[in-house]
C-alpha cells in the first residue's frame, strides 16, 4: 500500500462539482487566505475512511503528502500523522511533534490547523513533566508572534488541549498577544478558545474578558460571549460591564 495506492483513492473519489464549491468555501481566490489552494472535491467523512488503509506510511511518505498542492492530500497526511501519534510510544510521539513543528508552514489552511494542533503540539506538550511543559511551550509564543497566519492558528489552537487539563495561562497569555491581530481567522480561534475556557470556570474568562474586552476586535468578542445570557452578552457588546 504505496503514495500510489493513496493517490489512487484520491482520485476515484474526486469529484469536480464538490471542488467548485470548496475553492469557494475555502476562500482559494485572488487575495484571499487560501489563495492557490487546490481541491479535487473529497468529502471529509470519505477522507478518513481512506486514511485507514495507511496508518502504516512513514514520516517521510507523509511529508509527500503534507508537500502536496492538493488540499485532501494535505488534509489526509494529518488525518494519518494524528492517528500515528495517538498510538505511538514516548519516541514515537516525540517525532512527530518535531516533524510537525518542522512542517507548519505546510498546514496552510483552517480546518487543517483545528483537526491537528490540539491533537499533536497541545496533546505532545500537555503530557511533559511540570517544568519541561514550562519550557517547551515557549514555542509556542514564538508562532503566536509570526508573520504566517496558519502558525498564529497552531500558537492559539494548540491550547484547546492545556484548556481541557484546565491550564489557562498559556491561552490567556497568547490571546493577549493577539488582541491587535488584522485577521479574522485569528479573532475567531482566539473568542472560541476563551469561550472553551468559560465552559470549564466563567470566572477566568471573565476576569480576562474585564481587563480586555474594549480592546477586542468584535468577532472575537462575539465568539468568546456567545453562550453569555443575553442580558450581559448586549452589556459587553455596548461596552458597559
Known amino acids: 500500500m504505496s503514495l500510489a495506492s493513496i493517490r489512487n483513492s484520491f482520485t476515484q473519489a474526486s469529484n469536480k462539482e464538490h471542488a467548485v464549491v470548496l475553492q469557494r468555501f475555502f476562500k482559494t481566490g485572488p487575495g484571499e487566505y487560501g ?23 512513514t514520516l517521510d511518505e507523509l511529508n509527500e503528502l503534507l508537500k502536496s498542492p492538493i488540499h485532501e492530500e494535505r488534509l489526509t497526511s494529518l488525518f494519518i500523522l494524528v492517528k500515528k501519534f495517538e498510538r505511538g510510544n514516548q519516541k514515537e510521539r516525540k517525532n512527530i511533534f518535531k516533524f510537525y513543528i518542522k512542517n507548519t508552514k505546510k ?14 503540539v497541545g496533546e505532545y506538550l500537555t503530557c511533559l513533566p511540570a517544568g519541561r511543559f514550562d519550557k517547551d511551550h515557549d514555542l509556542l509564543f514564538k508562532l503566536a508572534a509570526s508573520k504566517n497566519l496558519w502558525e498564529r492558528r497552531i500558537a492559539i489552537m494548540a491550547t484547546f488541549q492545556f484548556i481541557k487539563s484546565k491550564r489557562f495561562d498559556t491561552t490567556f497569555k497568547i490571546a493577549e498577544m493577539l488582541l491587535e ?11 472560541w478558545m476563551l469561550r472553551e475556557i468559560g465552559k470549564r470556570d466563567l470566572a477566568a474568562e471573565e476576569n480576562f474578558l474585564l481587563k480586555f474586552y474594549k480592546r477586542m476586535p468584535r468577532t472575537m468578542l462575539r465568539y468568546a460571549i456567545e453562550k453569555f445570557p443575553e442580558k450581559k452578552r448586549l452589556a459587553y457588546l455596548k461596552g458597559t460591564i
Open 107 to 120: 498546514i496552510n489552511n483552517w480546518d487543517l490547523v483545528d483537526l491537528s494542533a490540539p491533537n499533536i
Open 181 to 191: 491581530d488584522k485577521h479574522d481567522l485569528i479573532h475567531k480561534a482566539v473568542g
Open 35 to 57: 489563495e492557490g489552494d487546490v481541491f479535487i472535491g473529497i468529502k471529509v467523512p470519505t477522507l478518513r475512511k481512506i486514511s485507514k488503509g495507511f496508518y502504516h506510511l
